[in-house]
Each structure stands twice: as structure tokens, then as C-alpha cells.
């Protein structure tokens, strides 16, 4: 079955960069792309950018340019999210997830599923 | 970007009641939104893509309607595992953003 597992739990320190991973299986890993959402504690969901397994191609959302850089790995089926210069505000839960969908109709719906487990990401001094 | 919001922040009800969810864009996105269900320390399930498409496996007692800027979906005959948070996302702009969230608690 088509399967996401994320990296473990991390806690860092100001200023500090961490990369968690995503490893994919059940499928073929470039033929999806790859986003990555975050949860704060309490808070909702945050789109953080894609990644083009196929090709590395990637797309950042706006707030998280300059900070954010995603890889993969295609030899290992594993896609990578790194986050510099750590503030307290990026405390949160990181998602993985699998974009699919369909085209019909002339239109190309997308959507997100699976999602990977997510890892836990506590910034702290 | 666009803008989501939902409403109800919160809702109470009751197991059998049926209950809907508002979901509004800030600008016309046709049918390109999705509901999730996320409950309490686990990763958001999908529910329904594209407006109104079911996914595989989710029950029938739900059911997304809407185009345009309006959506709704809508949980007939509440079950006891329904008491949790959705969240709505548009797929028309590459910003993917999501709604704020609507939390349904039990009355």
C-alpha cells in the first residue's frame, strides 16, 4: 500500500536547521509530486512548498523562501525538507504528503493523500 | 494568495444529528477544493476532492457540495468518530492554502 514514513521527533535550538525525511513506498516515487505542510501546537495547516521527485523541480510557499530547501533522493525513494535559521515559531508538526489526482473535463483536480506520520519539530533554547 | 475561511470556528452536536460545514474562497476557485478530517495527534485523512467527489472508503454520510466561492460539506447521522476537526483546501493555486478549521464537538 502506498505508504509515507517520516524521520523522528528533533528538537533544536534557535537558529539552528533541521532536515526531516519522508520515505515513500507503494508506488512510483517520481511520478508524484511531494509537498510538505505544517501543524503549529493548536494551530492549522500550513502549506510549506513542493518538490518534483522527477526532475527536483520545486516550488516554496512565499513565507518560507530564503529558509526552506527540498530534495530528494530517488535512489532511496526518499524526499527531504530542510528549515534554517529556526525561530520558536517554527515549533510545529511537519507533514509529508503525496499530491494525486486526476484531469477531466479539461480541468486537473489535485489533492493531498497519503500523508506521511509527521515529525515533531521543537525549537528551543 | 487565496483566502479560506470556514465556518463555523466550532460546532456542537449530537451522534444522528447532520450537520454542515461552510467553506468560502476569497475569489473563485471553481471546483478545485477538498475536505479533510484530522483527528487529535494524527496526519489529516481526505474526505472529498474536486467539490463533491467522495474518497475511497469514507462513508457515505458525507457529502461536499459548492462551486465557485461557496462549499459546504455535510455530515448526515453523526457517528461518534465524526467529533473531530475538518479542514477545507483549495487546489486552484499553487498556494494550496487551507481553512482555519472547524472543530465539531459533541453537545
Known amino acids: 500500500q502506498v505508504q509515507l514514513v517520516q524521520s523522528g521527533a528533533e528538537v533544536k535550538k534557535p537558529g539552528a536547521s533541521v532536515k526531516v525525511s519522508c520515505k515513500a513506498s507503494?508506488?512510483?516515487?517520481?511520478?508524484?509530486?511531494m509537498h510538505w505542510v505544517r501543524q503549529a501546537p493548536g494551530q492549522g495547516l500550513e502549506w510549506m512548498g513542493w518538490?518534483?521527485?522527477?526532475?527536483?523541480?520545486?516550488n516554496y510557499a512565499q513565507q518560507f523562501q530564503g529558509r526552506v530547501t527540498m530534495t530528494k533522493d530517488t535512489s532511496i525513494n526518499t524526499a527531504y525538507m530542510e528549515l534554517r535559521r529556526l525561530r520558536s515559531d517554527d515549533t510545529a508538526v511537519y507533514y509529508c504528503?503525496?499530491?494525486?489526482?486526476?484531469?477531466?473535463?479539461?480541468?486537473?483536480?489535485?489533492?493531498?493523500?497519503?500523508w506521511g506520520q509527521g515529525t515533531l519539530v521543537t525549537v528551543s533554547s | 494568495d487565496i483566502q479560506m475561511t470556514q465556518s463555523p470556528s466550532s460546532l456542537s452536536a449530537s451522534v444522528g444529528d447532520r450537520v454542515t460545514i461552510t467553506c468560502r474562497a476569497s475569489?473563485?476557485?471553481?471546483?478545485?477544493l477538498n475536505w479533510y478530517q484530522q483527528k487529535p495527534g494524527k496526519a489529516p485523512k481526505l474526505l472529498i476532492y474536486?467539490?463533491?467527489s467522495l474518497q475511497s472508503g469514507v462513508p457515505s454520510r458525507f457529502n461536499g457540495s459548492g462551486s465557485g466561492t461557496d462549499f459546504t460539506l455535510t455530515i448526515s447521522g453523526l457517528q461518534p468518530e465524526d467529533f473531530t476537526t475538518y479542514y477545507c483546501?483549495?487546489?486552484?493555486?499553487?498556494?494550496?492554502?487551507f481553512g482555519q478549521g472547524t472543530k465539531l464537538e459533541i453537545k
Open positions: 504528503v503525496r499530491e494525486s489526482g486526476y484531469c477531466g473535463g479539461g480541468s486537473c483536480f489535485n489533492w493531498f493523500d497519503p
Open positions: 507503494g508506488y512510483t516515487f517520481t511520478g508524484y509530486y
Open positions: 518538490i518534483n521527485p522527477n526532475n527536483g523541480g520545486t
Open positions: 475569489q473563485s476557485i471553481s471546483f478545485f
Open positions: 474536486a467539490a463533491s
Open positions: 483546501q483549495q487546489s486552484y493555486s499553487t498556494s494550496y492554502t
